[in-house]
């Protein structure tokens, strides 16, 4: 039997208050809050935090599928599951392969890739779906949107919870859509679009899925639905489907602590409710987005013993409030911004970034074989390869040895308000790594009133910036969130 | 080492330009203005030189900007840069292609335009970048914060202790520069201005940060025997060193981020070579490279002006003081005569110049026998390093 082994969530740190956005441009203020992805953070950065999450206590090279579901895919033309392989240190005959355009992808990837265990194809392939969807600014679904991910690693073995079927509809209507060339997202009339949409195809899938298996809303224990648009239709469909209001995973605290995540939001909601299920309980996820996708788990014993994780919980309950609107506008582009003043950056090499991508992105550095000195590679002057040994200056006697994954100490630091920096004053440190070795590197996600010499940090996948169409992901430490 | 360079060469003329954000000039008028001041100290004609070692960070390539800018015909002109110790290499090769015996008078000139590059600070994204584009988003304020936030939670100094140590560095430069006509920045300020400032990279405030600037300096070396055919008071070369970092800072936990290893090494090198076997008494005074305020404080424990932890009771003690036991920063140093990179190692053997052969002014300090200069290139923790020791007379 395929079913889940692990999962994982992500949520930025950053939350903005919707009352920002009354403030901004007056109207009308919807409750509570939502996420917002940092400066430095995309679908693909956020895929990944969610996916280190997942594979908290899986050895990564056991791993032979990746699937990156979203509808806010860093390029164009370029995987992303490729991108994050690298990250996550998988094999490098892991399968990969990204799900989007659809705001069901999360929940699709995870029945075809169901589908490659069951034919025995691939034995553990990871579904992590991610969304950072723009809406115009001023705009109710502005406030609407939030920024997160999830992911499940689903396999035969060591299950936390089966898959025990899977129904999916396809149907070519869409509420939300955005072309190839557009940046925001569009809509149609609020009623038409749900009551044509998410209100009459969702309860089809999941009417669908029962009926395929010989099942009623009495056997289950959780109903797992995308957030709507407007958080009434997210009750309504479980009313709808003949489920009970109390079965219904829920909606609300999501909605006024996140907002609709996309591709992300079903699976955000699986893992909200994988972290309060018991062992036989059955599931029901249901993912809308042109079609639905339903698909019925039940938990296993095995959900006792996986051991702790951020997931959703933590990841809620971890926050900085953003100062202000404004703050959102810049760090997603949406305003001019001035030039910084005297020469600019150098240009990026694409043969140096392909030559030391392992390193970059994959987080790894050496450990001298000789003398035993972990040593990660520095952005500086010393510009790799390390070809010898800082301790003990062998030559070429070294082993690969990842960084990425490991915490350490916060050795010293600065807040530079010279250099211009997208969430001013900059924040550099170096980091001693538990286990040896030393980084210089950004900082992020930090709160700048609470720095402090000796606290504990970690490595975070980021993007530096964009520049020549290149998103220039490369690790920074972070202050242990949760 | 097999031989020392003590006493084999003399300095026998200098200039410097006024220092500061020189609109009127382009960098090959400081050349001419700054060798010109030399070429009329020595009482030599520019077609006497026959050699001559330029030394920049961001200015002009090869030896042809001396070049161009003095119509020097034909004659060997090489370019060296060593980041903030470029001043400081093209005076050590022409000291020691003179001590070579190859040449008699040489010309070693550092200049900086900087401050045509449009960038407030010093321009970090040119040459410090890595074709990954990877370097943390610091400034050079930045880079060497991350020394005085390590220091101040090593030593146990809270934020006020701490700032406080810094900022009377910075008005003791700044009652010097105030003496200096040379210098940028001309004016006095006070501990309590220091503090209030606003924080350019915690814990520097502006004025724990130098002067970025334009500016020139240029020195004629001869052999030491020749030196009295040119001038009565020349001034000896008693030590030439310098020390690299390898990155180990960066990568190795055993770097304390409260000292600059190179800035140790070549120290001693440079106490050895000259025969210096006390520093603190022996040196009289120091131009040292205080980009920052808290690279002064180390430096001063790196030279072992002052012992490791305890420069603020030396500072506090008025050591480093013009009238004090050990002045430092006569002429203001980099805070406020200001720091055109490839200018700057000149300038201080410019002051040291002065001040050895009792043309300080105002300035003047009493009976000054050896002077050293210090520049740091590169950014904490790696290092290029240059120490100098020159003296008023021979042995």
């Given at each position: ?6 999962y994982?969530?992500y ?6 208050s919707r ?9 009308f ?13 995309d ?10 999450d997942?594979?908290a206590?899986?050895d990564a090279?056991?791993?032979?599928g990746?699937i ?25 005959d892991?399968?990969?392969a990204?799900?989007?355009d659809?705001l069901?992808a ?20 990871l ?27 689903l ?11 899977s ?17 925001f997202?569009r ?5 038409m679009?749900?009551?044509?949409g998410?209100s009459?195809?969702l ?6 899925v ?21 958080l ?6 479980a009313?709808?489907?003949?489920f009970q209001t ?26 909200a ?5 018991k062992p036989?309980?059955r599931?029901?996820?249901a ?6 996708d339903?698909i ?8 006792s ?8 919980k933590n ?14 506008l810049?760090?997603?582009?949406m305003?001019?911004e ?6 600019g ?28 000195t ?9 510009y ?10 062998a030559k070429?006697?070294f ?10 100490v ?7 308000n ?16 538990d ?5 210089f ?9 609470k720095?402090?010499?000796?606290m504990?940090?970690?490595l975070?996948l ?11 992901y490369f690790?920074?430490i972070?202050?242990i969130?949760? | ?7 084999k060469?003399?300095?026998i003329?200098m200039g410097?330009t ?11 008028d400081?050349i001419?203005e ?15 030189i ?28 090489t370019?060296?840069e060593?980041a903030c110790?470029?001043?400081t290499?093209?005076?050590r090769?022409?000291?020691y ?15 900086e335009?900087?401050?045509?590059l449009?960038?407030?600070g ?11 584009q990877?370097f943390p988003?610091?400034?050079?304020p930045?880079?060497f ?8 939670a090593?030593y146990?100094l809270?934020?006020?202790?701490g700032k406080?140590?810094?900022a009377?560095?910075?008005?003791k430069?700044?009652?010097n520069?105030?003496?200096?006509p040379?210098?940028?920045?001309r004016?006095?300020?006070t501990?309590?201005?220091?503090l ?10 502006l004025?724990d ?9 240029a020195?004629?070396l001869?052999?030491a025997?020749?030196?009295r055919s040119?001038k009565?008071?020349p ?6 060193q ?5 990155g ?18 070549a120290g001693?090198?440079?106490y ?5 076997t006390?520093?603190r008494?022996?040196?009289s005074?120091?131009e040292v ?9 180390i430096v ?7 012992p490791?932890?305890r ?22 140093g980099?805070k ?6 490839g200018?700057s ?15 300080a ?18 950014q904490?923790?790696s ?13």
């Amino acid at each position: 039997m395929v079913g889940i082994v692990s999962y994982g969530a992500y949520i930025p740190w950053y939350r903005l208050s919707r009352e920002e956005f009354l403030r901004a441009w007056g109207g009308f203020a919807m409750p509570g809050e939502r996420s917002v992805a940092n400066y430095d953070e995309d679908s693909l950065t956020m895929a990944v935090e969610a996916s280190i999450d997942c594979l908290a206590d899986t050895d990564a090279r056991t791993v032979d599928g990746l699937i990156f579901a979203t509808t806010t895919a860093p390029y164009n033309e370029k995987q992303g599951s490729a991108i994050m392989a690298l990250a996550l240190d998988l094999r490098r005959d892991a399968r990969t392969a990204d799900m989007t355009d659809s705001l069901r992808a999360g929940a699709a990837g995870m029945a075809w890739a169901r589908d490659a265990i069951e034919a025995g194809s691939l034995s553990k392939v990871l579904v992590a779906a991610s969304d950072c969807r723009l809406a115009a600014p001023s705009s109710m679904l502005e406030q609407v949107l939030g920024d997160g991910a999830a992911a499940v690693l689903l396999g035969k073995d060591k299950l936390i919870a089966t898959i025990e079927g899977s129904y999916s509809i396809s149907d070519e209507f869409a509420g939300l859509w955005r072309a190839s060339t557009d940046t925001f997202l569009r809509t149609w009339e609020d009623r038409m679009v749900l009551d044509e949409g998410y209100s009459r195809i969702l309860p089809e899938a999941i009417a669908g899925v029962m009926k395929k298996y010989g099942l009623t809303p009495k056997d289950f224990a959780k109903l797992v639905l995308d957030l709507p648009t407007d958080l009434r239709r997210h009750g309504r469909v479980a009313t709808q489907t003949g489920f009970q209001t109390a079965q219904l995973q829920d909606g609300t605290s999501l909605f006024l602590g996140v907002g609709a995540t996309g591709a992300a939001s079903g699976m955000m909601g699986l893992v909200a409710a994988l972290e309060e299920a018991k062992p036989g309980d059955r599931i029901l996820l249901a993912s809308y987005g042109n079609g639905a996708d339903a698909i019925v788990l039940r938990v296993t014993e095995g959900i006792s013993s996986l051991g702790p994780r951020r997931g959703m919980k933590n990841h809620l309950a971890s926050k900085k409030m953003l100062a202000n609107y404004e703050k959102y506008l810049k760090w997603r582009s949406m305003v001019a911004e001035a030039p910084p003043q005297g020469p600019g950056r150098g240009l990026i090499s694409l043969s140096a970034m392909h030559r030391d991508s392992r390193i970059l992105i994959g987080g790894y550095g050496k450990k001298c074989l000789r003398c035993g000195t972990p040593q990660f590679f520095q952005g500086g002057v010393g510009y790799p390869p390390i070809r010898v040994c800082i301790a003990c200056q062998a030559k070429d006697q070294f082993e690969d040895y990842r960084f990425a994954g490991r915490k350490g100490v916060l050795f010293s630091f600065t807040q530079d308000n010279l250099i211009p920096a997208m969430d001013p004053p900059a924040a550099v440190g170096v980091v001693d790594f538990d286990g040896g070795g030393r980084a210089f590197l950004d900082l992020t996600d930090r709160d700048v009133d609470k720095m402090e010499v000796g606290m504990k940090v970690e490595l975070t996948l980021r993007k530096l910036f964009f520049e020549q169409g290149i998103h220039n992901y490369f690790w920074k430490i972070r202050p242990i969130r949760c | 080492m097999r031989e020392s360079i003590k006493d084999k060469v003399a300095i026998i003329g200098m200039g410097c330009t006024r220092f500061g954000e020189r609109w009127d000039a382009s960098a090959g008028d400081m050349i001419v203005e700054a060798a010109s001041e030399a070429f009329e100290d020595a009482g030599v004609e520019p077609k006497d030189i026959q050699a001559a070692w330029g030394g920049t960070l961001w200015t002009g390539l090869t030896g042809m900007t001396v070049g161009h800018a003095l119509k020097l015909q034909f004659i060997p002109i090489t370019r060296v840069e060593n980041a903030c110790c470029s001043g400081t290499e093209a005076l050590r090769n022409a000291a020691y292609a003179v001590a070579s015996g190859v040449y008699d008078l040489v010309l070693a000139v550092g200049y900086e335009k900087i401050k045509d590059l449009g960038s407030p600070g010093v321009p970090m994204a040119q040459g410090s970048g890595t074709p990954t584009q990877v370097f943390p988003q610091a400034s050079a304020p930045g880079l060497f914060a991350m020394l005085a936030t390590r220091y101040f939670a090593r030593y146990g100094l809270g934020r006020e202790e701490g700032k406080t140590m810094l900022a009377k560095i910075s008005v003791k430069s700044h009652d010097n520069g105030f003496l200096n006509p040379k210098a940028h920045l001309r004016r006095k300020i006070t501990v309590e201005q220091v503090l209030a400032a606003p924080i350019i990279a915690w814990p520097l405030g502006l004025f724990d940060c130098c002067g970025t600037s334009d500016g020139a300096a240029a020195a004629i070396l001869t052999r030491a025997d020749m030196a009295r055919s040119f001038k009565d008071d020349p001034v000896y070369i008693k030590a030439l060193q310098v020390a690299v970092g390898f990155g180990a800072g960066d990568m190795r936990t055993d770097y304390d981020y409260t000292h600059v290893e190179e800035a140790y090494r070549a120290g001693q090198a440079a106490y050895a070579e000259a025969g210096v076997t006390n520093p603190r008494q022996q040196i009289s005074m120091a131009e040292v490279h205080d980009c920052f305020s808290i690279t002064e404080a180390i430096v001063m424990e790196d030279l072992e002006f002052s012992p490791r932890g305890r420069v603020n009771e030396d500072i506090d003690a008025g050591i480093f003081l013009l009238t004090g036991e050990l002045p430092v920063q006569p002429d203001g140093g980099l805070k406020c005569f200001g720091h055109p990179v490839g200018a700057s190692g000149v300038r201080m053997i410019y002051e040291c110049y002065l001040q050895l052969r009792g043309k300080a002014g105002e300035r003047q300090i009493k009976n000054p026998k050896l002077g050293l200069t210090h520049n740091q290139g590169g950014q904490p923790p790696s290092a290029a390093v240059a120490v100098s020791i020159v003296g008023r007379d021979i042995g």
